[in-house]
Each structure stands twice: as C-alpha cells, then as structure tokens.
C-alpha cells in the first residue's frame, strides 16, 4: 500500500497532499477500488480520521483530516460557512485574461441552483506549435484559481463555462484537446491541484496555511510544454 506525504500534522488535524486519481473515501460510484486516502492515512498514522472536505479523484493538493470527532464538526462548519481560504493551479486551454470572476450558479443533483463564485488570475501563458482542431498552433495558461464558495466540481465547471477547460478534464473538458496531450505528451491526469488552505485552527485559534507542492506529472507536462520557473515562483510553485 502506498504511503501518503504528510504536509501538516498537530494533535488535532493533519493534511496530505493527496495524488491525482486517489478517492478520499469508499462511493458507490467507485465500488472497485480497493484504496482510499481515508484508509490509507488510518493505517500510517495508527489512528481514526475524518475527512474535513472533499478533493475530486482526479483532483490533487492539500486534503485536510481531523482527528476526533469534536474537530470534525469544527473543521466541516468552517468549509461550510465558507471560512477557509482555497488556491488551486490549472492549466487552461487559451489565454486566460490576468484577472476574472465567474459568478454563475450551478446545478446540485437534484437540478437546485447553488450560488457559486470563482475568482481567477493568470500566472503565465504559452503557445505550443501544435495544431488543434482547426487552429495551427495551441494556446495554454497557468491559472491560480480561488474558489470562494464549494459547489460539486466548481472549478472545472466555471472554467468550463468561460471556455477555459482544464486539461484531461473528461466531463467537463474538451475532447480535442485532452487527445492531444495523450498524443503528443503521453499524458492522461487532470490537471488540476490544490495549492493552498488557509483558516483559523477551531482548536489553537491560531491562523494555518498548509501548502501542496506540485505532483511529479503535474510539473514534468509544464516543464515540456516550456513554462519556466520565474513566473510561478512569487506564489511558492517549484517545477524544479
């Protein structure tokens, strides 16, 4: 069984920084997996877990747990009431505007609208060579993405809705572009990764900020594509 990186650990909570494709927990939707990040962590630590929030399979970063009940219902009050700060980087297909908000609200299950906001920046952008569909060459950007309310799959729906899909997203994403990275860069994961949490500790009262560095093949694809490290350092991204 795999061993999770540890980013953040006190006597009442403790962060990993969760790979792309790892379930938080046991679905329905996913009956035949065997692993989840909610076992694995219980069985490195030698202690029970609970899930403060959820991270998409696909999704990687930072994936914060408590340890006790009583810091469960904490932790889970301050995401719901909206009091943590999230960062994600993804990589976008186009040149995203430097700033931008998507308020648009989205659809629960059950067809209820949600109100939803996300606030966005582009970090850097390229152009690749590449011919897509039509065009004769490809356009991609680096985007900090913050969102500011937890709507089921915000981010990829908002990016989706300004026609910025994020890449390897394959219910929200564009086809064409997710088979070209498979063709031309052998490269299959979502890219989307949550770079930072911010909140006020429901026990110490104390302000935390837990950092994710960036997965392995979430780097190697940027760095062949040609981004450079200088543009994304202000913000603590590391490609090297």
């Given at each position: 069984m795999q061993t999770l990186e540890i980013i953040y650990q006190d006597n009442w909570l403790v962060a990993i920084n969760k790979p792309h494709g790892l379930l938080v927990h046991r679905t329905k939707i996913a009956e035949e997996?065997?692993?989840?990040?909610?076992?694995?962590?219980?069985?490195?630590?030698?202690?029970?877990?609970?899930?403060?929030?959820?991270?998409?399979?696909?999704?990687?970063?930072?994936?914060?747990?408590?340890?006790?009940?009583?810091?469960?219902?904490?932790?889970?009050?301050?995401?719901?009431?909206?009091?943590?700060?999230?960062?994600?980087?993804?990589?976008?297909?186009?040149?995203?505007?430097?700033?931008?908000?998507?308020?648009?609200p989205l659809a629960k299950e059950n067809g209820q609208l949600q109100d939803a906001l996300t606030h966005y920046q582009c970090l850097d952008k390229i152009e690749l060579p590449i011919a897509v569909s039509r065009y004769p060459t490809s356009r991609y950007s680096i985007a900090l993405v913050e969102p500011k309310t937890g709507r089921m799959h915000q981010i990829r729906r908002h990016m989706a809705h300004i026609r910025h899909y994020i890449i390897q997203d394959k219910t929200h994403g564009e086809c064409k572009q997710n088979k070209m990275f498979e063709q031309h860069f052998n490269h299959y994961t979502m890219m989307l990764h949550a770079l930072e949490t911010h909140f006020?500790?429901?026990?110490?009262?104390?302000?935390?900020?837990?950092?994710?560095?960036?997965?392995?093949?979430?780097?190697?694809?940027?760095?062949?594509?040609?981004?450079?490290q200088s543009p994304l350092e202000t913000y603590g991204i590391n490609l090297i």
């Open positions: 997996k065997e692993d989840f990040a909610l076992q694995i962590l219980r069985d490195q630590i030698g202690a029970k877990v609970y899930p403060s929030h959820r991270l998409d399979r696909k999704t990687a970063g930072v994936l914060i747990f408590s340890k006790d009940e009583s810091t469960d219902v904490a932790m889970k009050r301050l995401f719901e009431h909206q009091k943590v700060e999230k960062k994600y980087i993804a990589l976008v297909r186009g040149y995203l505007p430097d700033y931008g908000v998507v308020d648009k006020i500790h429901p026990v110490l009262s104390q302000e935390i900020t837990i950092k994710a560095p960036l997965q392995l093949s979430f780097k190697n694809l940027l760095l062949k594509m040609g981004f450079q």
